[in-house]
């Protein structure tokens, strides 16, 4: 069975956001081994400078970096990275789960995203959207696509 987890900088504070991370979660358990770990961002001013921002961004990456699974494909999302379609995702969920390394570990960042660093560590950069979300949105619209992909691959007719 397929070990995906979740890391995320930031605390879901919304009820609405946990409410639906809840219900994907739920959902996901006949497919999967599915956690989320919640890690606390850095606390910067006002203005930050960018070497502020990138030191805040270091320390978050050395306390992601200890909650990686090891052996795990490694997905940061970010900005720069690239785009795919429910199917493809589907593909990777499926391709992961017949590797010899069945283990999954998608990053999100807290609102300044994640240090470069990490970045290059990660075996695949994704973009949910050349739009720009609530890194809270995110870590939901990321749940519900693994949920979708797993639904692909059983041929369900959740995804239309």
Request: hydrophobic fraction near 40%; charged fraction near 30%.
């Amino acid at each position: 069975m397929l070990h995906i987890r979740v890391v995320c900088v930031g605390r879901l504070k919304e009820r609405f956001y946990a409410d639906a991370l809840a219900e994907y979660e739920k959902r996901l358990s006949p497919f999967c081994r599915f956690e989320v770990v919640e890690l606390p961002e850095e606390r910067l001013g006002e203005k930050p400078k960018s070497a502020e921002i990138e030191n805040a961004l270091l320390r978050e990456s050395e306390r992601i970096e200890k909650q990686l699974l090891r052996d795990a494909l490694l997905v940061c999302l970010c900005v720069e990275g690239s785009q795919m379609d429910s199917p493809a995702f589907s593909g990777l969920l499926k391709s992961c789960e017949a590797s010899g390394r069945p283990r999954l570990c998608f990053v999100i960042g807290g609102s300044f995203g994640l240090s470069e660093g990490l970045k290059k560590k990660a075996d695949r950069r994704l973009s949910m959207s050349q739009m720009t979300f609530p890194h809270h949105l995110a870590r939901v619209m990321l749940v519900e696509q693994i949920y979708r992909g797993f639904q692909i691959k059983e041929g369900t007719p959740y995804h239309k």
